[in-house]
């Protein structure tokens, strides 16, 4: 019988840099100011990055208005929070509602963006830094939108054309010069169509009926183009939730204001048994302690039969994971040196060249640039929590697991997939050992503890699909004891060279040993769960989140976010994956 404490928590350095969490947070914070300023309204602030009046969520509005698009830089956000108080200050909610395409999605959007364009216009000359962000918001949204892929299809390409024709004509302003040639042929087309529409567009700019009247008919016209120009290659980036062409990159829209709806919250209370002992979680015996590679223990057969049933359910979801891929990278990925390009007209001196000067003075190209390119220095594990109430999920979270592992390897990630269980009902062996020990007061945890290995390190995507399918097994799923299971993915994360480790726990509940429970009280395992995310968080080492199955987390979880999976697996439970590693999450 042997008895283990937990480790007192490591202070971080007081002269530490600020998490990006909380550096996020202070830029809502500064931003939700400059909105209520701006808008002269009183209650609005951000919440998991979404803009609230009271408890109410506000609409995005427009597309490069939406939390989708993750900037790190304050000009961006401070762009996106001007443009939602311009909104609110300058557009009339139930005359723009009037005027709005009632069924056609894509003309919505386009309405949309219209009228955010057109407010966005009325910002006076004295203003100009708050034109410069709203300038900088939409640029950054436009190439976003170009390097995502979608301006390689045809319909992707029109529409993005017929968007920086609106913004160019509304705004006064050039369209976004990276991309100018590539609308060209367009632009052209486009012209001849929207030409009357663009021309009245910029003078009804201050009378929003007036406006509103021919920003529809432009919509509609954009519109009923692009469903002539439908493709089967164009149709693979929509999805179920978005309007049309925009799905694929996040343009869906909130087009009616709405109560935010939150999950259920997890509750706990201080554990009297964990205080009497001073605060020292206890385990009453490892000896029946294991860690299991899951490919072991399911037969080859019944794994190809699993993994064939999780690959029909991937193919019917319609995820894309190239395009997840992409955006992983976008949010995990940052430039690093690659080498030179020579021969340039500017940048650093190229020593190699400067003999070229001597013979050939008119010669310009004598300088090299640096060349940089994505690199994702990162290591992602996924922890699942295989107590029995998750079989209900199971298909939902293995789809998750296994595309965002297959996207992760794509963009440069390393990633695990890991879960925890116990290896018995109600104690199993430690718990008869305990009876034979004669009952002791208080023996800590009362149970044989399982750490399974879905998906190491190590292993490929493509070698491991097989083992991740081995989630079908009903009999894996029993109790849960979370605190030591995240302690462990810690660790695995702290042997990696990487230097940023994601761990990101998915469970439906609190912990729970029924034999654990009533040997010590109901809430031992929740509080020694909150002293290890406690600590770990302290560290810094590794950054610790979770999603909550139907359940809010925060309780636990600094950094949690709530999943539907009522309707199953698809686009909206990957856009709140996202959000967890973009930082946009509930607190």
Known sequence: MTAHTTPSATEPAPDAPPSRERRQQHIEELCAAAIRALAGQGDLHFRGGRLHRGAQRLPAYAPHLHPSLEHDDFASFRGAADGLALRLAHSDAALHQQLRPADDETARMLFELMEQLRVESQVPAHLAGVRHNLAHRFEAWSLAYHHSGLTDTERGLWLYAAIQMVYSRVLGAGAVEATEDLIET???????????ELYALRHARGDQAAYGRVACALAEKVSGLLRTLASPTDQQI????????????NLWLDFDEETEQHAPSATTERSNALHEAGGAYRVFTTAYDRELRVD???????????????????ADSGINPARLARQLQALLAEPVHDGWDGAQEEGRIDGARLAQLIS???ERRLFRADRTAPAAHTALSFLLDCSGSMKQHIEAVAMLVDVMARALERAGVVSEILGFTTGAWDGGRARRDWQRAGQPRHPGRLNERCHLVFKDAETPWGRARPAIAGLFKADL?????????????????????????????LSDGCPMDGATARANDPTYLDQHLQDVVR????????EVCALGVGLDLSVFYGRSQALDLTQGFGSAVLRDVLDLLAGRHRR
């Open 186 to 196: 367009p632009r052209g087309h486009l012209t001849a169509l929207i030409g009357h």
């Open 238 to 249: 929509e999805t179920a939730e978005a309007p049309a062409v925009a799905g694929s990159f």
């Open 296 to 314: 072991t223990l399911v037969r080859p057969a019944l794994l190809r039969e699993y993994r064939e049933r999780l690959d029909r359910a991937i």
């Open 360 to 362: 050939t003075p008119s």
């Open 477 to 505: 799923f029993r109790e849960g004891i979370d605190g030591e299971a995240v302690d462990w993915a810690c660790e695995r994360l702290l042997a990696r060279p990487e230097p940023r480790r994601i761990l990101i726990v």
């Open 535 to 542: 600590r770990r968080e302290a560290q810094g080492a590794v």
